[in-house]
């Protein structure tokens, strides 16, 4: 899939991760994993190895190929790899949705990198995808991530009680949607 996404003002740009993106990669999960680790499922220790992250991204690649999830870097100018952002469990049928989640460097938190990387994979998600929803669930106490995604306009639905297994505990989480028609840059096609 060669797909580059640039938001210039912002200073990044999104693409799909390869596998030559795998030492990268691994780099940036070693250096987050325990700034993350009380947002993220616990990863056994073969996660962190130059296979196993190998293996993720030939895994959604061909995820992609399948429509079935997109996983993208998120780089800054000069090439260097910064953060992630993935789109996964597509529904399509009746549904047209699915879910979005990603992390970044701690280094290159707030400077907008993550708003402006989503804005992109909003855009990708609902111009190109033609999927009608993209849904986030967060830890009911990560203000960060709250706040980038109420900068592009999702709205808060509800507590899903007990959602996802965090540091081997089953977590509630804030979830969080926006529609096509909610999303103007999705709209200037149109």
Do not use: C
Request: charged letters at 20%.
């Amino acid at each position: 899939m060669n797909l580059t996404f640039y938001d210039t003002i912002s200073g990044i740009y999104l693409r799909p991760l390869q596998k030559d993106d795998s030492r990268s990669l691994l780099d940036l999960r070693i250096l987050t994993r325990s700034v993350y680790a009380a947002y993220e499922p616990r990863q056994y220790e073969s996660f962190y190895t130059l296979h196993e992250q190998q293996q993720l991204i030939l895994r959604r690649i061909h995820d992609a190929e399948n429509d079935h999830a997109y996983m993208f870097g998120i780089f800054n100018m000069n090439g260097k790899l910064i953060g992630q952002i993935t789109l996964s469990n597509v529904v399509r049928g009746v549904g047209q949705f699915a879910d979005v989640g990603y992390f970044i460097d701690p280094e290159e938190k707030n400077k907008g990198y993550m708003t402006a990387a989503l804005h992109l994979i909003l855009k990708y998600s609902f111009q190109s995808l033609a999927l009608h929803r993209i849904q986030a669930a967060i830890l009911l106490d990560n203000q960060p991530s709250r706040r980038v995604l109420e900068k592009v306009g999702f709205q808060p639905e509800g507590i899903a009680r007990q959602f996802i297994k965090i540091n081997d505990q089953w977590q509630d989480h804030q979830t969080f949607a926006i529609l096509a028609d909610e999303y103007p840059i999705a709209n200037t096609s149109k």
